[in-house]
């Protein structure tokens, strides 16, 4: 092994602060990287690719919970129903429909959070503040009862200006309190705030991030 996975991990759950969460995003890495990972204890995972992931679930130890991290097109949602432990990145009302009808097919109540974009890529997906808004004010989410909209999702920027990320977060964890108090006051499940990634988790954690998701830190470069 190329990475010392274990000391880096280590590293990362040192300075995660209680009740944050670590996302090990294991995408492009190799099951013994994985397997070193969770020997350290480590059960969340984040993937992005359906196919890969499937790889993985069927050799990989069935305590691990998988979260899919990645633009889920509407036709895959069918395959990760059965098992995926949270989908982080729902950024349509056709997407969240579409796995409330799946997950109801294994009689599941699948979790999920809304994928903001807030970032200044034009590439990048997600809900911006008022599609989100629009979203939830709908309602019909209410009526999906085979999904649970645990909280929200987002990436910053990817440039070095610490200010402009440390911004982009604030602006989602502005969002989090507005949605709880209008959308989800009686919903104790709605706590997630995911951000942060290798390159910006410190300050991720510094805006009050719940979940940050690491890959690179952890596991070292993807080999593509
Ligand atoms: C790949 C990926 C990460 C992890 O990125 P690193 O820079 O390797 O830590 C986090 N979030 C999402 C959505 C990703 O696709």
């Known amino acids: ?8 991990l280590k590293k990362v759950l040192d300075v995660l602060p209680q009740g944050v969460r670590l996302v090990a995003i294991s995408k492009y890495h190799p099951n013994e990287y994985i397997m070193a990972a969770y020997e350290e204890g480590q059960r969340i995972f984040g993937e992005s690719h359906e196919q890969e992931l499937r790889q993985k679930v069927e050799t990989l130890p069935d305590d691990i919970q998988w979260h899919f991290i990645g633009h889920l097109q509407t036709n895959k949602v069918k395959y990760i129903a059965p098992y995926i432990s949270m989908i982080e990145a729902v950024d349509s009302l056709k997407l969240l ?18 994928e903001l974009h807030i970032a200044e890529e034009a590439t990048k997906y997600g809900l911006t503040p008022d599609d989100c808004r629009q979203l ?3 309602g019909t989410w209410r009526e999906l009862k ?10 910053a920027s990817n440039v070095d200006d610490e200010n402009q990320i440390r911004s982009e977060f604030g ?3 502005n969002l989090f309190v507005e949605f709880k108090s209008r959308y989800f006051s ?18 991720a954690l510094q805006e009050g991030s719940t979940m940050v998701r690491i890959g690179t830190t952890i596991f070292g470069p ?3």
């Open 1 to 8: 092994m190329d990475y010392d996975v274990k000391g880096n």
């Open 97 to 114: 429909r579409e796995i409330d009808k799946q997950a109801s097919k294994h009689e599941r109540v699948i979790d999920v959070l809304l």
């Open 136 to 138: 939830l004010e709908d």
């Open 146 to 155: 085979h999904v649970r909209i645990c909280g929200l999702m987002m990436m």
């Open 171 to 173: 602006i989602c964890k």
């Open 186 to 203: 009686d919903c104790p499940y709605f706590c997630e705030r995911s951000y942060g990634m290798s390159h910006d988790y410190p300050i």
């Open 222 to 224: 993807r080999v593509y």
